[in-house]
């Protein structure tokens, strides 16, 4: 469990005490290269969807930095196939979830994860936006390399040019950078205690470290040497051989830097088989008049059928807002599917939420298996 939250007083007292320049007497923005932290808006209706449709966290045996689905991308072709289009979009887990709403074009945005840490990851994925105008700086800042002299000529470049200029400059800007991002981080104004502050920093510093070779990591089981690093997830194709990840052009950064920069992007602590933050989430959706254009619920559902409570998600998920384009996108791992590509670790598998509330009423969705056979749609 994590420590109860600071007083929103003391996490502003924090945030509006300005650090001292690094030595050398160059602020941590000016070696940075990004948008100034007094820019920082906080945004009260942010902060208080963020506490009101959160629960307690929970534990997860895994760090969860970045994805460990090298299929992730599959489902590209099918969302644009089924015109997924705009609306609210509902995922679980770190950024993999950019690449999805970068293809979706969502109007707001729901992160839901049972470890309050993917929240924290989230919010400094919020800051690494708000602060970076460009893909270049946005990536200088997370791995914490000094961005090139002039960022703007590297707004078409493609994304392999990227990897290469933080792969061959070496991390001179990380304590400015985990300075600065923190900053900002605080400024946005959600209630964070000691632990929070300290896992911000070990979470940052971990992408620092690892630079582009991280990899995906479980405690507590035997690490697979096939996990994708994030190199490889930012190069992922999907099934015609197109470049997917949010980083590799330069609008869909745009497009996501537009959502972070107005609040909605929502992350959230919640358990997805618990009765109060997904059904929370569906009245808010409802409230704005929107319906779910998908659901990433990554490979959670086999974790909620070990619980015992896969079918009290089920009947939450079937009374989500949604149309005749709402889909569920799925992973799926160590089993053959009919959608498996050889040399894949996991399965992307789509399907839409109204088949999902068909099958629940019918009483055919008992297991896990039933929910990644029944109705699962051809990927092309």
Not at 20 to 48: L, N, R
Not at 150 to 169: A, G, I, K, Q
Request: with cysteine.
């Amino acid at each position: 469990m994590h420590r109860p939250a600071l007083p929103i007083l003391l996490v502003f007292s924090a945030a509006l005490g300005a650090c001292e320049p690094p030595e050398g007497g160059a602020s941590a923005t000016a070696v940075a290269g990004a948008v100034p932290v007094e820019a920082v808006v906080a945004d009260s209706t942010f902060v208080a969807l963020v506490e009101g449709l959160s629960e307690p966290g929970g534990y997860f045996d895994t760090d969860n930095l970045i994805s460990n689905e090298d299929s992730y991308l599959h489902v590209l072709g099918g969302l644009q196939e089924l015109e997924v289009r705009g609306g609210a979009y509902i995922g679980v887990g770190p950024d993999q979830n950019f690449s999805y709403m970068a293809r979706i074009r969502p109007s707001v945005a729901f992160v839901i994860d049972v470890r309050r840490d993917n929240l924290l990851q989230h919010l400094l994925f919020k800051a690494l936006f708000t602060l970076a105008p460009t893909r270049i700086e946005y990536l200088s800042l997370l791995f914490g390399r000094p961005p090139p002299e002039d960022p703007e000529v590297w707004r078409d470049r493609p994304v392999e040019d990227l990897l290469r200029y933080l792969s061959e400059t070496p991390a001179t800007d990380e304590e400015a950078a985990l300075r600065e991002v923190g900053e900002a981080v605080l400024a946005f104004g959600v209630p964070m205690s000691e632990r929070d502050v300290e896992m911000v920093e070990f979470i940052h510093r971990s992408f620092v470290s690892s630079g582009v070779d991280l990899k995906f990591t479980s405690h507590g089981r035997r690490p697979n040497p096939y996990y994708p690093s994030y190199r490889e997830l930012i190069l992922a194709e999907d099934l015609t051989g197109r470049r997917g990840n949010y980083l590799a052009r330069e609008e869909d950064y745009r497009f996501l830097r537009e959502l972070q920069l107005s609040h909605r992007v929502i992350p959230v602590v919640g358990d997805l088989g618990g009765d109060h933050a997904l059904a929370a989430i569906g009245r808010e959706i409802e409230r704005r008049g929107e319906v779910v254009s998908a659901f990433y619920t990554s490979n959670v559902e086999y974790y909620l059928a070990q619980n015992g409570v896969l079918g009290r998600f089920a009947r939450t998920a079937a009374a989500l807002p949604r149309n005749e384009r709402s889909v569920f996108i799925r992973s799926l791992f160590r089993r053959w599917h009919p959608q498996s590509q050889p040399g894949f670790l996991s399965t992307q598998l789509l399907q839409r939420l109204e088949r999902f509330a068909e099958e629940l009423e019918a009483g055919n969705l008992r297991t896990y298996s039933d929910v990644v056979s029944l109705g699962t749609l051809e990927l092309h």
